[in-house]
């Protein structure tokens, strides 16, 4: 449902006043700015989003592009161990997803530090991004050739997972072309591991363990000397 908004309580407001069509009483109604996504302009924005014509959500992007990030892969068959429910990992023990049980699959570019997330994003948004409403989430908008490529890298692009991580962290990535150079640069840097030395390792020990010291020597060896000291396994 939809709702025209009527105002909002105060600057930086945390209720809305909306128009609810055949109330009892009064059709007009205060709302806590927590509820749903704040996708029409009231008098007063929460945040620094502003709407497009459209009525989509616009995030204020300004500041320069992040160089401090973090790369999050996942080897995806290891992922659906222990969360065999989602629908990627049904696809992926059903044979859909032979992909990703042969290179590592994608699950973010975090720009750091730590806590550096949710540039920009109305706290409305912020409140909706858990798991369950990611497909509530305001798309990312990326072309037709990324999209298609983010859905064969990132398998948990079925559970809307671009959505929550463009939300959380792609909108600090600040990078002039978005959403869409955001993930394009994901694309391209996971691409240099899966074709690098790190990808062989893990490629052809399929079935066979491999140790955190040999996937930091890979990384040695494909980025250069130091390259395994700042990997991260989990």
């Known amino acids: ?17 909306v128009h609810v069509d055949d109330a009892p009483v009064t059709d007009s109604r205060w709302v ?32 320069a592009e992040s160089t401090d990030n973090l790369l999050t892969l996942s080897w995806q068959p290891a992922f659906c161990e222990t969360r065999p429910g989602k629908k990627e990992c049904r696809d992926l023990n059903d044979g859909h997803l032979p992909h990703t049980t042969r290179q590592l699959s994608i699950h973010g570019l975090w720009p750091q530090p730590k806590g550096n997330d949710y540039c920009g994003v109305p706290t409305a948004i912020r409140n909706l991004d858990n798991p369950d409403n990611w497909h509530r ?21 079925a559970s809307f997972l671009h959505h929550h991580e463009w939300i959380k962290h792609g909108t600090c990535y600040f990078g002039e072309g978005g959403a869409d150079e955001y993930y394009d640069d994901t694309l391209y840097l996971t691409a240099l591991i899966n074709d690098s030395a790190v990808g062989d390792l893990f490629f052809n020990n399929v079935g066979k363990e491999i140790t955190g010291a040999e996937i930091r020597a890979a990384f040695d060896s494909s980025f250069g000397s130091g390259s395994g000291e700042r990997v991260l396994i989990k």
Do not use: R, W
Not at 1 to 17: P, R, S
Not at 32 to 54: K, P, R, W
Not at 137 to 157: K, N, S
């Open 1 to 17: 449902m939809a709702y025209q908004m009527l105002g909002i309580n105060k600057e930086g407001g945390d209720y809305f006043q």
């Open 32 to 63: 806590s700015s927590s509820c749903g996504i704040h996708v029409v302009e009231a008098d007063t924005l929460t945040s620094g989003a502003e709407d497009d014509a459209n009525g989509d959500v616009v995030i204020d992007q300004t500041g």
């Open 137 to 157: 989430l305001p798309a990312p908008q990326i072309d037709t050739e990324t999209a298609d490529a983010l859905e064969a890298a990132m398998p948990g692009f």
